[in-house]
T-cell receptor
Framework: QQQVKQSPQSLIVQKGGISIINCAYENTAFDYFPWYQQFPGKGPALLIAIRPDVSEKKEGRFTISFNKSAKQFSLHIMDSQPGDSATYFCAAKREGSNYQLIWGAGTKLIIKP | DAGVIQSPRHEVTEMGQEVTLRCKPISGHDYLFWYRQTMMRGLELLIYFNNNVPIDDSGMPEDRFSAKMPNASFSTLKIQPSEPRDSAVYFC?????????????FGNGTRLTVT
């Protein structure tokens, strides 16, 4: 059963706009929430990650917001650029597990110039 | 750092044939993972190794799938016999430990088509 639900499935944003991708989880025993970015023909690559003791983490134009009580976390891409067009995956690591990541289904983001 | 290297990039084979996918992890990484990616099922963890030892193979779909890691710089994923439903992109990934600052480094994948 899917324990990390990601939305939307696809997203089109104008250049310069804000892209927002949401994830919700169903199990409170997660202790690490990474986001991966995947370009066509490439493997996913870590973009940014957060731990549940932090409500927000920002790296450049990318921000993760984390709401522990709502069991939700989201990725915000500010000033979206055509080069940001990719598929984005959220994931969650089970607490105490040996790197068992539960993956979201992915969001295909297209930034229109 | 050459990254995780996978070969071949593309593999087309007929149903019933044996398929072997290869992976060279990043030097110094002690964890190696095999993932499968499809549109329907997304990213699925098949198996992972720690220090060349298989730790969790619960994601391997059937006995037709097997994986080995004979040394720290090489791993294989074998499908025998292959079936059309095995068609997918197979990724190998490696990491150094599993701490919070140890991300997975993925290869560029092998696109497998079984006809």
């Amino acid at each position: 059963q899917q324990q990390v639900k990601q939305s939307p499935q696809s997203l089109i944003v104008q250049k310069g706009g804000i892209s927002i991708i949401n994830c919700a989880y169903e199990n409170t025993a997660f202790d690490y929430f990474p986001w991966y970015q995947q370009f066509p023909g490439k493997g996913p690559a870590l973009l940014i990650a957060i731990r549940p003791d932090v409500s927000e983490k920002k790296e450049g134009r990318f921000t993760i917001s984390f709401n522990k009580s709502a069991k939700q976390f989201s990725l915000h891409i500010m000033d979206s650029q055509p080069g940001d067009s990719a598929t984005y995956f959220c994931a969650a690591k089970r607490e105490g597990s040996n790197y068992q990541l539960i993956w979201g289904a992915g969001t295909k983001l297209i930034i229109k110039p | 750092d050459a990254g995780v290297i996978q070969s071949p990039r593309h593999e087309v084979t007929e149903m019933g044939q044996e398929v072997t996918l290869r992976c060279k992890p990043i030097s110094g990484h002690d964890y190696l993972f095999w993932y499968r990616q499809t549109m329907m099922r997304g990213l699925e963890l098949l198996i992972y190794f720690n220090n060349n030892v298989p730790i969790d193979d619960s994601g391997m779909p059937e006995d037709r799938f097997s994986a080995k890691m004979p040394n720290a710089s090489f791993s294989t994923l074998k499908i025998q016999p292959s079936e059309p439903r095995d068609s997918a992109v197979y990724f190998c990934a490696s990491s150094k430990g599993f701490a919070y600052n140890s991300p997975l480094h993925f290869g560029n994948g092998t696109r497998l088509t079984v006809t």
